[in-house]
């Protein structure tokens, strides 16, 4: 859904293994790397949203994650001209994003990127908590920091549990 601004309705979903370090996603066949995200559909409110998409992009289910916190407010970025889809009508000049931060409460084996005919991608690694700002394309790093100067706290607060403080 794009708005009367340009932007197209999405989730962005930030999994935390409970001890400060993040689930970070490798685009099939590319060496770039994201957190997952997917389009809120017509009639989906953005928890739905990523309840679907985790499950489409990582394989990842209700039952295998905790909802820690999510963005206060949706958060934008551009899509650089050259790469906006021009013939589309309404055209999408950028994403605005209900960012999610969840706690991996199941299995990591659970994750898997063959539950669609389309996946995503084709591989993952945990990373430190601030890695994704410095690794991901650069038209996103500005909402990437964003919502992980927003996280910041819950991620402190794991990481304090994970020392035993």
């Not at 400060?20 to 590319?30: D, E, H, V």
């Not at 809120?40 to 039952?63: C, D, F, I, P, W």
């Not at 920091?145 to 403080?165: D, I, K, T, V, Y």
């Amino acid at each position: 859904m794009v708005d009367k601004d340009g932007f197209r309705s999405n989730v962005a979903i930030v999994i935390s293994n409970g001890m400060g370090k993040l689930f970070w996603a490798k685009r099939l066949g590319q060496n770039a790397w994201q957190f997952p995200q997917g389009g809120v559909s017509q009639g989906e409110t953005a928890e739905q949203t990523l309840y679907r998409e985790l499950y489409e992009e990582v394989g990842l289910e209700s039952k295998d994650v905790k909802i820690i916190q999510r963005s206060k407010k949706w958060l934008r970025y551009h899509i650089p001209p050259k790469m906006q889809r021009r013939h589309s009508k309404p055209l999408c000049i950028g994403q605005k994003q209900k960012w999610f931060y969840l706690e991996l409460t199941g299995e990591a084996s659970a994750v898997r990127f063959d539950t669609t005919d389309s996946p995503e991608f084709d591989g993952w690694e945990w990373v430190n908590y601030w890695y994704p700002i410095g690794s991901v394309v650069s038209f996103k790093r500005s909402v990437y920091r964003s919502a992980l100067l927003e996280f910041a706290p819950a991620n402190a607060l794991f990481e304090q549990q994970s020392r035993g403080a």
